[in-house]
């Protein structure tokens, strides 16, 4: 049977402004932004690139305008993947 008594929850401490815990909050949400950042300029190459590249209609300059955009595209995806491993470093240096 259940209890009809209340149950009380311990108040959520604050972190201090400079104690780690506020920098590591501050990493991880630069971290979260870096990523979304970098996947949305991506995105946005690569489907330039594509449309670039099916508008081509055949003209080979037009062609690798559209390859170098998608190129372009993949680099910036390896680096929206990079890119928490290199925040944690930059945070592993300054904490």
Do not use: H, Q
Not at 11 to 17: D, H, I, S, V, W
Not at 58 to 81: F, H, N, Q, T, V
């Amino acid at each position: 049977m259940l209890s009809d008594t209340a149950a009380y929850a311990v108040e959520p401490k604050e972190p201090e402004p400079g104690s780690p815990e506020s920098l590591t909050v501050v990493i991880d949400n630069i971290r979260v932004w870096l990523v979304g950042i970098l996947v949305a300029v991506a995105t946005l190459f690569l489907t330039a690139g594509g449309l670039r590249y099916m508008a081509a209609n055949g003209d080979p300059g037009e062609i690798e305008k559209g390859k170098l955009a998608m190129k372009a595209a993949a680099i910036g995806y390896g680096l929206a993947l990079l890119a928490p491993l290199f925040v944690t470093i930059v945070g592993e240096w300054v904490t």
